[in-house]
């Protein structure tokens, strides 16, 4: 299988975290697939991706304000992998694991993803539970000393055979429920000195054993790898091996995660490749943090939310979802089914970043197949301010924009095409 | 004008500092020139390129062993602009400039480069010269503090209006010369403390005004960047203002120097575009040093030889000659002209390094538009050994491979080309 | 209590690890206290240190081989303290602890001394153990992703009263027992990114509960903190809080260990005073590594081994003997019981680094009180060579010097003294 | 000669850069060394010290804002050694130099200080000007692309006999014009990645070469480097070498940087000795920044002024005002000549932090000979606050406090003494 065939054009989905933290249900799962199918489908919405803790007993979403339930059990099945907690899971009970769930979210039209995280449960290496298909048990195959900084279910997986017998039992069984996603945490950037061998890149045999494992189960799951920052010397290796990795640490709804998400698209411009795309991770939009008990709505004005939406776009960033979709608002609605905007999401779309300084940033974007050419005007200060292009050099032809968000045609004059912006808002256009 | 345009394939060409040191004379160039023409132009070697201090007054290539001369002189015009010395480029006396040597290389159907260090010399800012086209003088563009860790001639310049005319200045009288390569020095790699704003990096705008003046003067010049290692955070910078720059320290004719490239090709291979090259560096081979006053045949064994053209190659790296190239022997010049292997020097070719450890590395490359395909085996120990590459995954249909310089077809078995390899040897096949 | 008072000359002792690894039983430690007891402690050897693993089922000297015994269990008390493993340490049984092997040791006139993790056992927090003296859990005081990077057994304490109180709980047990002596590993420098917050210091506050817990406990118990380097800018906090700190990592019998700690006490030169000792580690001498499945004589030529008696004695460092020392042949003994070297031994002698360079030191130490005045020559190089001192500026008036190993008077003429040593060799004075 | 018994107790003084910058005339030397005599020498106030830019024509203060003077020239002698610029200061013409200035602050009964930069001035290297005493001439001395960070007027010199001849000779005439103090700029932390070999600590041999003249030249001249922040692991060479040494990076009149005093003084409290002073930097207080051409107040309420006298003064700082003299206002006058306070001004008293966090610090200081007992409460924090201090472990004795600026008696209850704070403000006590 060429993993870069799992996904042509930059994944579209929702992502339970934003909202439900460690907490969500089946029923919320379904909930929010359900008006995925509705109202954004249509649209090229289509993975409906369950986040961290899905195994472990008791979590309430609020569990990570003590960083996790301290020493708390997890739902493991005799060969040490990990099982959906049937009490918030119900249809996994009797061993059936997500497999009712995800053919739930198929019968939709849809897809479904879990996220996992790197290694393998401390609770199995303390009770030296065996590795399926191996004759050994899973206090070998653990490194006891390596634990992830921010949470500390699982230990990394040392590089043997013994270890990928472990991985590929657990990505077969995710095969065999109909999983289509995975989003692996605490493997693509392991900011841990534990390991001073390659720094922040330790757990690279890991994401190989990840990639052979699902070419070996033989279900083109999409693999996602957090958390960022990417490694820049490692692009190659992503780009080989993985369908998208993470640019920053964990993205939120304030202005200077977004401001400074311009420089990490500025050093990975060149690197968005069919199959291969940084990501600039989830929108936080509409209602958020509801499971962690303080439900709110996004921190992001409007014309922020528009400036995320074209940078990723412009960019060619995973477009995932953060918002409880049965509570989207219209305009939330209207932010994310701009097809216009939406079109550029393609990485026949090659970005180029024109100018980026404190206050301001320029992107333009060339579709590679339809000639179709896009630029970005972005307001990066605490001001108004003008923001232009010069088209002198580069595409001395262009005669005028369409604000695709407004629809307004826009002349260029003197080869020059300028917006007055809001602080922090943006514009972007299609050149004609 | 398109600056990738300038050189669609990597350059090739001589390059005179690793023979002649700082001391290199204009009958020595003439004479490398016409046995370029002779010998190498059939296979695509077309630049002669003088390297540094061609202006400098008593450079004789011994200068650098105590940090080339203190405080010595340098050939100036009135405008602060950097002349041929005289004393050893007689043809530039009055005020010709390089322009009656770059005639004739010319005139041989090559190609004409130059060495130049960033910035503005010394001499020009204690004196107070004046800036063509300004009302200001040197002093005034000259940042008094920015001197390079490891040649003290120049000034850096500042970002201003006056310092972007002084490099349109130079670069105009380049063009008018007739120069079409300029390998600028202390610009690609300033690892320079002085600046904390860009460790490594701060030297970004000069790199800039040497773009944009290149622009200017109209005549496509290729650029090229030095030192290296460059960073990788900066990819895009230099993809977008030069032609080459070089992702290591100098290279000169040992095994570890050759084997430290793989992990720097490692990094770069998704670099290599047209017009766009990470460089390795200069090919120190046959008669070396000559100008240092220590003249030698180079240390490379002959299978290291190979190795490091299989590499360059393969990978897609510019090809600068180091020899003396009038003391060619006959098998350096097989060396540098075998046809089979040249032909792998296009970014038509997409390097994709498959395997690398401590002991071995296997590449492949696969031609994007003639569908040729290649395979490199590495070996990197310091022992005889197997390498082999499995054709299972990638190329499953592969049935022999061509051996570029033995010209031996060798059979794949069970989807499996092997080699056994002296220490530091390599092989290098066509497949089919 | 004033901790200063607890030791005011630089302890002398045994440990059992260089020998015997993690698996010492209580045989083998009687028998080393009565060697001790013997031949040492007329010239002031007294301490008897177990080291790591005293707690551990199964330790048997080579776990250490694959990164200790993967996730086995240990000997614990109710209260998540540990206690010697029975089956090494008989006379523990029932609870008693090191009580009845403490006594014997101080039968004999010795201290006795113990080995600690830092931390709280993994075992007692998954087991969720109660905390003496509190309504808490273990679970609730261990900070699960706190790990250490060479050892597992441990997770790291929070910073609450509950955290205190468990570290008041097990040093009154260690006080109890009539422990003397405690070194604490992974706790001098834990450089450990998990905690960014202060670079290889992030566990001060587990130093300070130790130093408050001793005391409180009111027993005299000198506080010895590994491994190193210790960090140089938190040299105060060392001395506020412990009475020795490891300079180095793991100092072994090999010379660029022994050669490298010459610019550690360059560095740590100022900072030895009474009850405050930078800490070179144990002498690896005699016979070595026999609880670990090789044992050796030491590596270290017997030059090199007076090097090294030379130094730390001139530096100020304590002396914790490595040999099994029931097998101590005569050179051995001699080395360490030289009583004129041994004189040198207290914080009175203030030591002073007069000259380092990659081929030689000199240092000089002068006694406060006594007005006794010493020299060393250390010959660095690989080469015999001739060390010399010039006593013009420092002590013009000195006249001779007696070499404390051969006895020989060396006269000083023209202000000079000089020796010619063998490689690695030194020779040590004592002037008048 | 002892350089420790140059100045048994830290140097008070004034120093012309807080007020002047780099334009101090002579006129303005004598009215402040005037103020001086008549108003802050009985307190112990004596050295006088002109700092930067003394040799530099055309130098007015207003130099700096455009990184000095651009390729301005120099007063030198025919030796390569900086004379007094006449037109600034008179009295130094026909080669005088400094001699008839020093002669009339001696005769104030004051001491006469010049600040210096490292290294040989570039006029002299670019004239290749003779060295006195050798065969060479300054461009051999002179490294080229060694040149200050922050002030490109000297280059280094390099680590030869006639590099120590050059500092020899500059010594020598220093000492013969009557000069007391020298302040060597550019030299405490060379934080310039040109010499990778000692990270900020590239010129320890300048630093050897400066103490070796001073020797030679029999005069009793301190020598205080700057800039800092000072290499904590060097302590114990500018302990042997120099007698006082920056802590941190210029300091000026803003509560940050005074609040970042703390931490620099935690960490080298145990370092303050007899003729060793690590050093805060000026106080700048009263008029300032005149010669700058923006004269004003300074800019630190009066609270934060006694903060910052009173842990100077605690921690055992030098004390160099920056004040314009001539203007001192009163209080400002009461400030520098409280002698209760600068009675903990002597290297007897030994410093010691009891406590600091963000909000608040603790010190304490003891007169080893007097027995004098001192405690500072310092509130760091911007809201009023109480801190206290509680003596029951330290000194439970304590009956009472003075307070040294307010002369109120405060009692010791319950072995505790606390103080209500206004931000950033602090007290000072004598115990008793």
Redesign the interface.
């Known amino acids: 299988m060429n993993k870069n065939a799992f996904c042509p054009t930059p994944p579209m989905g929702w992502n339970s975290y934003d909202y439900y933290g460690t907490a969500v249900t089946e029923e919320q799962v379904k909930a929010n697939a359900r008006a995925m199918a509705e109202k954004l489908k249509p649209f090229g919405w289509e993975y409906v991706v369950i986040d961290i803790s899905w195994y472990a007993h008791g979590a309430d979403g609020t569990d990570q304000n003590y960083?996790y339930l301290?020493?708390n059990t997890a739902e493991l099945d005799e060969y040490a992998r990990l099982q959906p907690d049937p009490a918030r899971f119900p249809s996994a009970a009797g061993g059936q694991g997500f497999k009712p769930l995800a053919d739930y979210i198929h019968s939709l039209g849809l897809k479904f993803g879990i996220h996992i995280m790197r290694g393998i449960h401390r609770q199995a290496?303390?009770q030296?539970l065996r590795i399926m298909g191996t004759d050994t048990t899973a206090?070998?195959i653990?490194e006891?000393?390596n634990?992830?900084?921010?949470?500390?279910y699982m230990y990394g997986v040392r590089n043997t055979p013994e270890g990928q017998a472990y991985y590929d039992s657990i990505i077969q069984q995710y095969a065999d429920w109909g999983v289509d996603f995975i989003k692996c945490d605490d493997i693509c950037n392991t900011?841990?000195?534990?390991d001073h061998t390659e720094l922040g890149y330790a757990r690279k045999h890991e994401i190989e054993m990840l990639s052979s494992a699902i070419?070996k189960a033989g279900r083109p799951i999409v693999l996602s790898l957090s958390p960022g920052p990417a490694i820049?010397?490692k692009?190659?290796h992503y780009?080989k091996h993985a369908n998208m990795w993470r640019i920053s640490d964990d993205f939120w709804d304030e202005w200077p995660l977004l401001k400074d998400m311009f420089p990490r698209c500025?050093?990975w411009?060149?690197?968005v490749k069919a199959g291969c795309y940084p990501d600039c991770d989830m929108l936080p939009v509409g209602r958020l943090g509801g499971g962690f008990g303080r439900e709110r709505a996004t921190g992001f004005t409007r014309d922020e939310q528009r400036t995320m939406m074209n940078l990723w776009c412009l960019f060619g960033s995973p477009l995932m979802v953060g918002a409880e979709l049965s509570l989207l608002d219209d305009w939330t609605l209207s932010l994310l089914t701009n097809q216009k905007v939406l079109a550029m999401l393609t990485p026949d779309c090659r970005p180029d970043?024109i100018r980026r300084t404190e206050d301001e940033a320029v992107w333009v974007a060339e579709n590679q197949k339809t000639g179709e050419r896009y630029l970005g005007l972005f307001n990066l200060s605490d001001q108004e301010r003008e923001v232009a292009m010069d088209f002198g050099?580069l595409w001395p032809e262009t005669a005028q924009g369409e604000e695709l968000w407004s629809g307004e045609a826009v002349p260029v004059a003197e080869s020059r095409l300028a917006a007055r912006l809001a602080p922090h808002a943006s514009a972007v256009y299609r050149l004609s």
Chains 1, 2, 3, 4 share one sequence.
């Open positions: 960083f301290p020493f290496a303390h030296h206090d070998h653990a006891p000393n634990v992830c900084r921010w949470n500390p900011d841990n000195l534990n070419q820049i010397q692009s190659w780009a500025e050093i411009q060149d690197h970043q050099d």
